[in-house]
T-cell receptor
Framework: IAGITQAPTSQILAAGRRMTLRCTQD?????MYWYRQDLGLGLRLIHY???????GKGEVPDGYSVSRANTDDFPLTLASAVPSQTSVYFC?????????????FGPGTRLTVL | GQNIDQPTEMTATEGAIVQINCTYQ??????LFWYQQHAGEAPTFLSY??LDGLEEKGRFSSFLSRSKGYSYLLLKELQMKDSASYLC??????????WGAGTKLIIKP
């Protein structure tokens, strides 16, 4: 593993189903983030974690939950998917949450909810 | 509310220079980032400004004026591979990044 990996690459999901998007980083970064990217809109923060064991809500957290049991993994769960959650989801990480710390992005998961 | 404004699309010629502007209104300011995103790929970091002035990195430069809430990304000696979207993001008082919708740059031969 080099950097950040996400799984699955893409998924088609029936509305009402539960889905977990996986994210793993091997850079020992403290901070991790989940964004969604929709056409014509900027990246929007769903949830974040400044360090293992802590999480916080971003701009659009409703319908999503996260956990951060260890440094490397930051899964995003959709408890009951709805069509408005159709989007491209990016996981990102940074060494720390502030200062000159660029965010590194995973390749993304393209999710379609029907 | 918080707002980041960038032009939706720009077109430039290979070998030329292009300037992509970004204006912002955010709750607090803790730095401004520029990212490049090729179609279907993840964003990748280009530059970071926290103080006023110009930061130069090879063919790319980024400028910041905090008093005007304004930044630009300058790309010189354009190459076809520079065709991509360019994302402006500001770190706010909560240390979260607020993102613009991106500027799609089309390079023509």
């Amino acid at each position: 593993i080099a950097g950040i990996t996400q799984a699955p690459t893409s998924q088609i999901l029936a509305a009402g189903r539960r889905m977990t998007l996986r994210c793993t980083q091997d850079m020992r970064h403290n901070a991790m983030y989940w964004y969604r990217q929709d056409l014509g809109l900027g990246l929007r923060l769903i949830h974040y974690s400044n360090t293992a064991g802590t999480t916080g809500k971003g701009e659009v957290p409703d319908g999503y939950s996260v956990s951060r049991a260890n440094t490397d993994d930051f899964p995003l769960t959709l408890a009951s998917a709805v069509p408005s959650q159709t989007s491209v989801y990016f996981c990102a990480s940074s060494a720390e949450s502030g200062g000159y710390n660029e965010q590194f992005f995973g390749p993304g998961t393209r999710l379609t909810v029907l | 509310g918080q707002n980041i404004d960038q032009p939706t699309e720009m077109t430039a010629t290979e070998g030329a220079i292009v300037q992509i502007n970004c204006t912002y209104q955010t709750s607090g300011f803790n730095g401004l980032f520029w990212y490049q995103q090729h179609a279907g790929e993840a964003p990748t970091f280009l530059s970071y400004n926290v103080l006023d002035g110009l930061e130069e990195k090879g063919r790319f430069s980024s400028f910041l004026s905090r008093s005007k809430g304004y930044s630009y990304l300058l790309l010189k000696e354009l190459q076809m591979k520079d065709s991509a979207s360019y994302l402006c993001a500001v770190r706010d008082s909560n240390y979260q990044l607020i993102w613009g919708a991106g500027t799609k740059l089309i390079i023509k031969p």
